[in-house]
Structure formats: structure tokens, C-alpha cells
């Protein structure tokens, strides 16, 4: 049978196929140096192969096994989850063409900060949305497996911090390491809002939400919430997808 290569963009995500990597992404222009072999399986629809997920930096790895390495942030096997597979009815090659498009859809980039029993933590997510002005109610996704999740599934509140165009290192910061591991907020400045969620001082502003509804989305939880309080700190431009991959 045919055998298929599978090369990740470890900048935007985009899959090719093919026997090496393309000379350019298609999504954020990257050459070949920042693709990384995925998967390498008989053309077969039928067999699922197990995905898992790394809790630290969101990279997916395919095989029966976690990786020893994550070839994106470096952590162990420990540090990935199996990814609960819910089936909607579309191959894999129709979903990843799918996904392809939808790069094309412009998003923010933030910090999204919870507390639990006096501890701090937060992740970055690119899923922060305004949904209705009167009254005023915003969302975000975030995975099930993320410590910031279950932060926020416990106290009922989310703080958003949005980025501006210079906020480069604090996507590493948070993006790059395990609040299980370290205190994400120890060497930062933030201020302590109303709902006692930290909000970061070296970004544009911060808003704080009150959890009203929690939607099941299978891999992730939608938090939509009523938004109580905020601060702003810049007036600088706000960071987008596009702008990081772009300019990281």
C-alpha cells in the first residue's frame, strides 16, 4: 500500500503531505526547518490512531504512545494527555482542510488567568470573544486538560489579559511552561481585580468575568461569562494570530 508522510508547521499548525516538507508554509510562510514529521501510516480511513496532547505548548503527537520528547517545548511523556475523540463525521484529510481554512480567520491573542484556593495561574488562548454588549458577556474555550480549565471550573471567574504587539515574551512565558510546575506570576507585575484574578501590567488592559454557563465542547469547556470589571494599562496596538506567527 501507499505510505503517506505528514509533515506539522510547529508555527501555525498547518499539516502537508508529501514525501519531505514544502519549501513555504502556505499559512504563516515558514520554511522547512519549522515543519516536523507527524505521522507516517498506510493509507487506511478506518484505523484511529491515538492523539495526544501536550498540556504545556498544545502540540499533538500521533501514535499509540506519547512522544519521549515534545519536539516543540522539549517536556517528557508525562506532561501529554490522550485526546478524547469526538467524531463529527469527516475524515481526517477532509478535517485537516478544513482547519486550513479556518487559519484564515483573524483572532486576538490572551492571557487567560484564573485563581483556586489562593493559587494564580493562567495560559494563553487565541478563543476570548465578546458576545453580546447589553448586558455585557464575553467567552473563551479553553482544554479540559489545562490547569488555568480547572482553575476556572473551581472559582467561577476569568481574568483576560489582552496582548498588544510587544507582548512576544509573555506568550513564551505562558505558553511555554506548566503551572503545574512553576508560578507563572512570581517574576510578573499584575494588579488583583475584583474577582481576584491577576491582570498583567505589561499588557493593553484587563477584563474580568463571573462564570454564567459552562458548555461541554468535549476536548474543551466554553466559559461564557458576565463581565464585571476591567483596567487598561496602553493604548499600544493589540496582538494578533496572525501578527505573532508573522513576526515571533
Known sequence: MNK?????????????EG????????ICGVG??????IEETEVIETVKQKKWRCTVCNYIH???????????CGV???????????EDGLTDKKREA????????????????????EKL???????????????????????KGTLTSEYVRESGVFGVSILGKDNHDLIKHFGYQSG?????????????????CPGLLETLCFVECEVEQTIDLGTHYMFIGKVVDGDGFSKEEPMTYAYYHATR
Not at 4 to 13: A, D, E, L, S
Not at 121 to 143: D, E, H, Y
Open 4 to 16: 503517506m508522510k505528514k509533515w506539522r508547521c510547529t508555527v501555525c499548525n498547518y499539516v502537508h
Open 19 to 26: 514525501d519531505t516538507p514544502p519549501d513555504k508554509c502556505p
Open 32 to 37: 522547512p526547518d519549522k515543519f516536523v514529521l
Open 62 to 72: 500521533v501514535g499509540e504512545t506519547p512522544p519521549d520528547v515534545c519536539p516543540v
Open 76 to 86: 517528557g511523556p508525562e506532561k501529554f494527555v490522550l485526546v478524547e475523540e469526538v
Open 98 to 117: 478544513l482547519q486550513t481554512l479556518l487559519f484564515n480567520v483573524s483572532y486576538g491573542l490572551y492571557i487567560i488567568s484564573s485563581i483556586k484556593d
Open 121 to 143: 495561574n493562567g495560559m494563553v488562548s487565541n478563543t476570548f470573544i465578546q458576545v453580546t454588549s447589553t448586558p455585557l458577556k464575553a467567552s473563551v474555550c479553553l482544554g
Open 180 to 196: 503545574r510546575d512553576v508560578d507563572k506570576f512570581k517574576t510578573l507585575s499584575y494588579i488583583t481585580g475584583k474577582t481576584g
